[in-house]
Nanobody, 114 residues
């Protein structure tokens, strides 16, 4: 059974930083392209960043230059370093496969105050 557990969210002031982690079981991250998604209140879930199995990363225009996705295959963990946070980054953040998503975890709440 696949399980994804996100952590690292919190309340931060605009301009601050957070580092999110996603640990998985029942799924091998190293052979999958993984991604971070977010869902703000009243909005659809959107893809924020993607990293291929080879380590190539792509980002949504809204976070480019501020967020960095990385992976530690030995730990079966994916990270999202978020810098220069803005109030519009406030959302619940989830990780999952970049394509053919599996069961979603509970996510981690990120709240950025102005």
């Amino acid at each position: 059974q696949v399980q994804l557990v996100e952590s690292g969210g919190g309340l931060v002031q605009a301009g601050g930083s957070l580092r999110l982690s996603c640990a998985g079981s029942g799924i091998i991250f190293s052979i999958n392209a993984m991604a971070w998604y977010r869902q703000a209140p009243g909005k659809q879930r959107e893809l924020v960043a993607r990293i291929t199995s080879r380590g190539n990363a792509t980002y949504a225009d809204s976070v480019k230059g501020r967020f960095t996705i990385s992976r530690d295959n030995a730990k079966n963990t994916v990270y999202l370093q978020m810098n220069s946070l803005k109030p519009e980054d406030t959302a619940v953040y989830y990780c999952n496969r970049a394509w053919n998503t599996v069961d979603w975890g509970q996510g981690t709440q990120v709240t950025v105050s102005s």
